[in-house]
């Protein structure tokens, strides 16, 4: 029998396969289709003190392998998620990792005081990666210093572990992982998407309203990897890797590279099944290249 | 209940220029109901295109278990759909989203439909039909070329066409059929460009009426927030297209 | 008659399509195919002083929508392709633009002082971004200082207007795109490749024997244009764009984003007559579009 | 000269588990003339799979205007490759680079092949045999399941299989056979994994030798610099296989 199981701070995982965050809501959608405790976990909707409206529509738009976002962070707000969305996701036996955005460092605080003692969130995912909110959002996750203070005060208040998204736009991850690492993150989740744009040839006009959006799906693939690789090469930290994972090859490369784990964002959109698909088929993928666990796997090309 | 199946394609033909009829069978039809409804379609098994296009249900038949959808194509995604050809299989999510409300209308309803905007209309037609609901059916279409289904319509109730540049039928919008037609009617439903559908509800403040809207889409179940829309309900309120419609009743949907 | 000229330093181009350095060699291979004349200009392979044997192989490596490589700077050397690759492509009535590059400033300062003398080389362009080799390199086009002090002794020693060619992997381009303005630059050339990675799932090694390599390709593309579209807004400086241009439209896009001109790299070999093949159909596009002339439709996106 | 060609499918089937044979017509095939050069396909119109595929000419008939492939799908393109048709055409780049010098050989000459390096040592059989030179062809294959063309050698000469499961043939690869046979030839060409290239050329340091060899390609044409080997003339030397190979004598590159 190959051993799926990831251990995790705060997370001891069936499976190392999640949905990201923002691409499976909080789960209801999703639970029509199957059973959600079949996941390894939930990485929910980015989570505010406030509700959002988000961006004005259009809010996706293709590109070749991979499309862009500027949903904006939508999402009912800190209470309703509370009260509302994570007390419903009880009934699936799948520890939630809640994504925490915010504007300013308050309102991160307060969403990571309020949402870590909700009993079903076992991790804090932090977002300073979101490139689609107009106010902080993004400089949070390009200024080492002000993520490494973000995070610190995050932990202080947080009852669970908590994991910091990093985004893709920077000169140096690594120096922004061992930040946060600074900071006293327990683990890092990447990659959020890359800032990119695209045009209405017939007009010139933008397509996304927000005119610029978070590139994401398997386009962006090669950079994850790299990312998480270079990473992995520079701290001990759990990482949650993530970036165009569609097949369960490349479930295999985010732990190859030294992911401890994996999460499927824009894939959910094109194959609705494709979690369940994932965990269903990566045992025997596994088998096939001679291991016997997920954890013997995760690091390899580092070993070589 | 939403399913995911690869279906058979049963046939396919280029109805009028770039529209395509396109028959698909499966289990999946089993689940089919409302008229107005949409399926998510994957157009090629490579990552280019990614998205799945949505396409609204055109005919449902349930003893053959088959659908069909007509859609135009356009863009790379409609352009390599029409390439299927009957050995193939369609990978199709559905049905999805809310449809048309028969019960709704009681003895006569106006459909009243533009471009790509026509063919959920059938099956509404077809269903309002069966329950002796006497329908109108105003389309428009870009010219002569691109009408399709006049004849299918016609088989059903009365039937007026307008064209852009007039090639066929009234010259202009179907705003312009309406507002020669009376006003015997005590439901409209209607499918078209969001433009289209802002003047219809325009038009009958006083009426019933269904309008179906379209929004760029990621996921088509509600869990992505793409396709949002604001209300007339509040300031914070908002619905999504994809699974709370894409069909509304009138004066609800802020386009 | 649509006007497919353009106008900028040092450069009078018949139309604003080229190739892209190192996609291109230097001109003789696809000058079995076509006429090289046809070409608004060409941007040769990067040269350094001396010869480069380059990287192990392999060294290019598929992704979705898109590739990866890692040449190094494989090139014959300054002295070679001053006396052998820029006179034999005397013969076409063609700008060159020479695509220069070093591991140390002194380098750079080398090859552009004697290349920038060669007759038909118009422009220079200043690879600071190349991630493929280990030396230099790549923190040329990361630390703004670095890059403006660069761009200075390159301009002090050139007898043509001078190009900085930017690395999309950064922070904020638009701080770079200044900083060789204030050095000098005559116009800037965007975007070179994204650092990226392909593991084989089966041994979990590297497929580029360099381990990483720069992605290229359509699956850039939004990336691009969103990076081009960012500096129009910072600076008046030309720009030649590129990233994954493989059809018209694209290089619609990225006139409307603000590029002056396109270069195309990648695509060549998909489809090796892509340029001359955009070079026919851009007066057809232009005139659906409303336009009659390149000139007019540089930028529109911002003046909507 | 090297030409760009939408080329059509005339035949395409599978010879042996998972090996295709694809013959396609067009005029690039007036093109084409050395046995061991190859051609670049485009498997897709889509970018995904974006680069062309390269595949060696295996035989060639220019009275019908016509040229085959032989290959195995393996990855992603050649697995879509394998989807094509008889009514589908075909992006064809080439002929690239050089091959095998038919010239070469004297009275007789061993063909050395191994999986899909055989394909080219087919047409470099006919065109040695209507030379009038004896050709010997000892072919290694993973198993009986994989082995192609056998009897078409066998017609044009004396021919030996090596499997590696032993399932048909010698068991072990073409060396264990090439040692059995005599040294009775003056010239040898081989085509196949570098390991196997690495051991003929060790085999027979004194005879006349031509090797294909493999490498990723971009361009597949001599531009981008992806395909170099260094070689043994000097420390700063290289070629390139697409253009100045595949095929190089033996004892020039260090693979
Ligand atoms: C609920 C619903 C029902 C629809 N029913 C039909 C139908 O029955 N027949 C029909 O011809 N068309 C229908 N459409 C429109 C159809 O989805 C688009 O024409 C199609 O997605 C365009 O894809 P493309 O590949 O041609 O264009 P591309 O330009 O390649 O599309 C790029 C992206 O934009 C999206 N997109 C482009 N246009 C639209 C649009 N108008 N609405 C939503 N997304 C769009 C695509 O889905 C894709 O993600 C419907 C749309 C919606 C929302
Ligand atoms: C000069 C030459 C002649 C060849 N002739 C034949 C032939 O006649 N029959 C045949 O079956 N195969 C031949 N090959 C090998 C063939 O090119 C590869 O098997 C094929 O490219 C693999 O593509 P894929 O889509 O199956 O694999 P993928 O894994 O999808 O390929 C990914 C990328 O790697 C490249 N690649 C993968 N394997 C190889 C390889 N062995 N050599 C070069 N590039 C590779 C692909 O071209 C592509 O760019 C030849 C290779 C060369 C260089
Ligand atoms: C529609 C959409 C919405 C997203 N929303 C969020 C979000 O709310 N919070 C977050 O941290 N990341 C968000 N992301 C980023 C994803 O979680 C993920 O990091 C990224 O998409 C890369 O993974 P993928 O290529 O598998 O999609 C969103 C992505 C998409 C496509
Ligand atoms: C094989 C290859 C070699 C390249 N070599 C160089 C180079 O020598 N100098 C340089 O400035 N850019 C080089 N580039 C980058 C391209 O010029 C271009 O900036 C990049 O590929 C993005 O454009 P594309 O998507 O159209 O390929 C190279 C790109 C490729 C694919
Ligand atoms: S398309 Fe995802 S919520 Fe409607
Ligand atoms: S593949 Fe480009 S030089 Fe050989």
């Known amino acids: 029998m190959t051993d799926l199981r990831v251990q995790l701070p705060g997370l001891d995982l069936k499976n190392p396969i999640m949905p990201a965050s923002g691409c499976f809501g909080f789960g209801q959608e999703y639970a029509q289709l199957y059973d959600l405790s079949k996941l390894g976990s939930i990485m929910v909707k980015a989570t505010t003190a406030e509700m959002r409206l988000g961006n004005p529509t259009p809010r996706v738009a293709e590109t070749s392998s991979g499309m862009l976002n500027a949903i904006g962070l939508q999402n009912p707000g800190l209470e309703k998620v509370v009260s509302e969305q994570l007390p419903w996701l009880e009934q699936f036996d799948v520890p939630i990792i809640a994504n925490v955005a915010g504007s300013i460092a308050e309102d991160y605080v307060e969403v990571a005081r309020a949402i870590s003692k909700a009993p079903n969130v076992h991790a804090l995912e932090v977002n300073i990666s979101c490139p689609n909110v107009k106010q902080g959002g993004i400089t949070f996750g390009t200024d080492p210093d002000v993520a490494r203070e973000l995070t610190r005060m995050v932990k202080e208040v947080s009852d669970v572990p908590v994991y910091v998204k990093l985004s893709p736009n920077v000169t140096d991850i690594v120096q922004l992982a061992k930040a946060v690492e600074q900071g006293g993150a327990d683990g890092i989740t990447m990659i959020n998407t890359l800032l990119g744009m695209r045009l209405d040839p017939k007009t010139g006009r933008p397509v996304i309203a927000n005119i610029t959006g978070g590139l994401s799906g398997p386009a962006i693939k090669p950079v994850a990897l790299r990312m998480v690789y270079e990473v992995r090469r520079h701290t001990d930290l759990p990482i949650i890797g993530m970036g165009g994972v569609t097949e369960v090859d490349d479930v295999i490369d985010f732990l190859s590279a030294g992911a401890n784990a994996v999460a499927v964002g824009t894939a959910n959109f094109v194959n609705p099944f494709v979690c369940p698909e994932l965990i269903d088929k990566l045992p025997e993928r596994l088998h096939e290249l001679g291991y016997e666990s997920v954890e013997e796997l995760i690091g390899r090309s580092h070993r070589l | ?255």
């Open chain 2, 1 to 255: 209940m939403i399913k995911q199946e690869k279906m058979a394609v049963v046939s396919h033909q280029e109805i009028a220029k770039n529209i395509f009829e396109l028959t698909v069978t499966g289990s999946l039809v089993q689940e089919m109901n409302e008229p107005g409804q949409f399926v998510h379609v994957r157009v090629a098994d490579s990552f280019e295109p990614l998205l799945r296009r949505p396409i609204s249900v055109a005919k449902i038949d349930k003893e053959a278990s088959s659908f069909t959808m007509i859609y135009r194509a356009e863009g790379r995604g409609t352009t390599l759909l029409s390439g299927k050809t009957e050995r193939d299989m369609l990978d199709v999510l559905g049905p999805l989203g809310h449809g048309f409300p028969v019960e709704a209308a009681e003895q006569k309803a106006y459909l009243i439909g533009g471009g790509i905007g026509v063919p959920p209309l059938y099956e509404l037609a077809l269903q309002l039909n069966a329950r002796g609901v006497e329908t109108v059916h105003i389309l428009g279409f870009e010219s002569r070329e691109a009408v399709f289904y006049e004849d299918q319509f016609r088989a059903l109730g009365d039937t007026h066409i307008a064209t852009v540049d007039g090639s066929h039928g009234t010259e202009g919008f179907v705003t312009h059929i309406l507002n020669a037609l009376p006003n015997d009617f005590d439901t409209y439903y209607s499918c078209g460009p969001t433009p289209m559908l802002e003047a219809v509800q325009w038009a009958y403040p006083q009426k019933k009426g269904f309008l179906s809207y379209e929004q760029r889409m990621g996921c088509g179940i509600g869990a992505c927030f793409a396709c949002v829309c604001r209300t007339t309900k509040s300031e914070t309120d908002y619905i999504k297209v994809c699974s709370d419609g894409p069909v509304f009743p009138a004066g609800v949907v802020i386009s």
